[in-house]
């Protein structure tokens, strides 16, 4: 069994910054990818950034590139997701996700991911 727990969420203003955090554990050999996704109130889950484990090549969506960088320390088993120049519109609930089986891109869809986190909520006032 994998679990991930997400932290470092928070209420922020606009233009600011929060780090996330995503820690993982159990049975994590062989992990291919690791990525944040989000999913505002009425709104469908959709990928923010994605992160290869064992190589390190990263992928971001197009409306946080530039804003948003992913990163990982694998000593730690841990992912991180640095938010800068945050918008009211990136007000989400954030989730880490892992994905264990290998494959040549870092997915982007949701179903492509095997283990959620419970999510740490990102409010940014205007």
Known sequence: QVQLVESGGGLVQA??????????SGRTFGTYAVAWFRQAPGKGREFVAGISWSVGSTYAAD??????TISRDNA???VYLQMNSLK???TAV????I???PR???PVLRYEYD???QGTQVTVSS
Do not use: M
Not at 15 to 24: A, E, M, N, V, Y
Not at 94 to 97: E, F, G, I, L
């Open 88 to 90: 009211p519109e990136d």
């Open 76 to 78: 730690k088993n841990t």
């Open 104 to 106: 040549t891109v870092v």
């Open 115 to 117: 283990y959620w986190g």
């Open 99 to 101: 994905d264990l089986i």
């Open 94 to 97: 954030y989730y880490c996700a």
């Open 63 to 68: 409306s946080v590139k530039g804003r948003f």
């Open 15 to 24: 233009g600011g910054s929060l780090r996330l955090s995503c820690t993982t």
